[in-house]
């Protein structure tokens, strides 16, 4: 098994996962930080990032180490060849969902045989890749062995250490995080727990196996979205009801064991695709996991139910539907964040369009490039003071908008959505 002093490090997929841990481990190991996008790792090569989630300081101090020692430090390829000197590959690249939402494991399986075909005797290849209970040894060895021709936990080992970014927050950051770690044997635990908490300062949790570390992962957000989607179906009955979700929500937090979960819409990468990875193996297996199915349910409807409130409030106030001007306000699908995967916005506004409106989506944090690749909309570039909009929709808390003149709009005509309940209220017409 490696020692720590011989540990030099490959990182497969430079995102919001893999950019601050190879970051990290580029102060202490010799580090290549690799992703097949040779436009990021040219972004990187200058300094800068895109997701706004690099310690960039940091980045420039792993990378001048390199510079001036060539022993330990940070550098950045997109070139296969540059792989062959590691010994430790750790895979942070996406495991998305297709259109049918089942798990789509592609990009993993794509970086994993690329590993196969560079892997030695003795290298040690650790996921972070949100993946199912099983999906390491059953999926992603066979794949490495096939490529490499060696033979799992007696030519190279294994672990699993589930990601944990939260894009944003840089308060619970990767360095003071708890870890989970995990590896295909004892001797590999110990290596895979030991070489993280070289880096962590909120140290780690050894799950028992990788099967156990997987579902732990998938759990964390079905978890959350199931408490979520309970709050959306909440926000469902009280706007029958007539009465405002979040006043009820307030009103029962005074109970001491009460969590007070928020509706909302539920995008990202995780917490909207996590939950089919754990259905899709439960299914495998011949179990049907309900609640967690009706938890995606039920949060896959938010979007159209927004949209049907705010078209339903624009006929009440007399406002002609067709050709009618809608803003929206935030496509990111948090707060203060550019990170716009999975972004149900973008449903909100399709419903819209489909209905005859005419929507501007203004974000201050959004790419607009990511936004015209992925979703094939136009950001427009600042909210021109002068148009007339029959609506808003207040999707994204930024906290530029803390600061937008609702009344302006309001004192218009404009009917006002307000999806994370920040704007005033005597200024809005709905509110989850």
């Known amino acids: 098994m490696l020692s720590l002093s011989d540990t030099s490090i490959a990182v ?49 101090q792993a990378t001048d180490l390199w510079e001036n020692t060539h022993q330990i430090g940070l550098t950045f390829s997109s070139i296969e060849a540059d792989l062959r000197p590691s010994n430790v590959y750790i895979v942070t690249v996406p495991t998305p969902i297709d259109r049918f939402n089942n798990p789509d494991l592609t990009p993993l399986l794509k970086a994993t045989a690329m590993i196969g075909r560079v892997l030695k005797r003795g290298d040690v290849v650790i996921y972070e890749s949100t993946v199912y209970p099983g999906c390491t040894e059953e999926d992603c060895v066979p794949v490495l062995e096939k490529e490499s021709g060696l033979k799992f936990n007696e030519d190279f080992f294994c672990g699993y250490s589930p990601e944990r970014i939260n894009p944003g927050d840089k308060e619970r950051t990767l360095l003071n995080i708890t870890k989970i770690t995990s590896g295909s044997t004892p001797e590999a635990a110990d290596f895979v727990d030991a070489l993280y908490n070289s880096i ?65 819409l539920v995008g990202g990468h995780c917490i909207s695709v996590d939950p089919y990875y754990l259905a899709h193996k439960a299914k495998a297996l011949g179990y049907n996991p309900e609640v967690i199915l009706s938890g995606r349910r039920v949060n896959n409807s938010i979007a159209k139910f927004i949209a049907d409130k705010t078209l339903k409030l624009m006929i009440r106030n007399n406002t002609k ?21 999975n972004t149900k916005v973008v449903d909100i506004c399709d419903e819209l369009n489909d209905f ?25 570039p600042a909210i021109d003071p002068d148009k007339h909009y029959d609506a808003i929709v207040a999707c994204v808390a930024h906290r530029q908008f803390y600061d937008f003149d609702f009344k302006k709009y309001k004192q218009q005509g404009a009917v006002i959505f307000d999806v994370k309940a920040f704007v005033e209220r005597e200024l809005v017409d709905a509110r989850l």
């Not at 690799?34 to 972004?43: K, L, P, S, T, Y």
């Not at 539907?321 to 995967?341: A, H, Q, W, Y």
């Not at 201050?364 to 690749?373: C, M, Q």
Request: with cysteine; net charge negative; charged share 30%.
């Open 12 to 60: 497969i997929g430079l995102g919001y996962v893999g950019l601050p841990l190879a970051i990290e481990y580029g102060k202490k190991y010799r580090v290549i930080g690799f992703d097949i996008n040779r436009e990021r790792v040219a972004e990187l090569n200058s300094g800068h990032d895109k997701t706004l989630e690099a310690d960039l300081d940091g980045m420039k």
């Open 200 to 264: 962590l300062q909120g140290g780690t949790h050894r799950a028992p196996n990788m099967k156990v570390a997987e579902c732990a992962k998938a759990i964390e957000n079905a978890q959350r979205d199931v408490n979520i989607s309970f709050m959306n179906e909440l926000a469902l009955i009280c706007d029958r009801v007539g009465i405002d979700t979040n006043d009820v929500i307030e009103a029962a937090g005074s109970k001491w064991n009460f969590r007070k979960y928020r509706p909302g």
């Open 321 to 341: 539907i067709m050709d009618s001007n809608v803003l929206v306000l935030g496509i990111t699908f948090k707060e203060n964040c550019p990170d716009c995967r």
């Open 356 to 380: 005859g409106c005419h929507v501007d989506i203004y974000d201050p944090w959004a790419d607009p490039e990511v936004v015209r690749h992925e979703f094939h909309r136009e950001l427009i």
